[in-house]
Nanobody, 115 residues
Framework: QVQLVESGGGLVQAGGSLRLSCAASGSTDDINPMGWYRQRLGNQRELVATITSDGTTNYGDSVKARFSISRDNAKNTVYLQMNSLKPEDTAVYYC?????????WGQGTQVTVSS
C-alpha cells in the first residue's frame, strides 16, 4: 500500500503562484508515474500533470506553459509549481501515484484563486 499526503494549497490572487507537494510513503519502490489531477466544482476530475521516474512529463492543455511538475525520487515526493494562476484554476488538487497493482490518491488540497 502507498499513502499520499499533499500540502501547499491555499488562497492566492490571480497572477500569483503556489507550490504543491505530495509525499508518498509505504510500499513506494514500484511507484511510477506520479502526478496531479484536479476537480473544479461541478466538473469531473481532470489531468493537471504527470511525471515518470525518468522525468517524462505530461500536462493538461489548460495548464501547459504555466504549471511545472517535478519529482524527487529519493524523497518519493512530487511537486507542482503553479504560476500565473487564474480564477478558473480554483479546484481541489489531488495527488496520484501508480504501481504495478493499484492506483492511489491523496485526500486533496484546496487551491482558491481570487480575481
Amino acid at each position: 500500500q502507498v499513502q499520499l499526503v499533499e500540502s501547499g494549497g491555499g488562497l492566492v490572487q490571480a497572477g500569483g503562484s503556489l507550490r504543491l507537494s505530495c509525499a508518498a510513503s509505504g510500499s513506494t519502490d514500484d511507484i511510477n508515474p506520479m502526478g496531479w489531477y484536479r476537480q473544479r466544482l461541478g466538473n469531473q476530475r481532470e489531468l493537471v500533470a504527470t511525471i515518470t521516474s525518468d522525468g517524462t512529463t505530461n500536462y493538461g492543455d489548460s495548464v501547459k506553459a504555466r504549471f511545472s511538475i517535478s519529482r524527487d525520487n529519493a524523497k518519493n515526493t512530487v511537486y507542482l509549481q503553479m504560476n500565473s494562476l487564474k480564477p478558473e484554476d480554483t479546484a481541489v488538487y489531488y495527488c496520484t501515484a501508480e504501481d504495478n497493482w493499484n492506483e492511489y490518491w491523496g485526500q486533496g488540497t484546496q487551491v482558491t484563486v481570487s480575481s
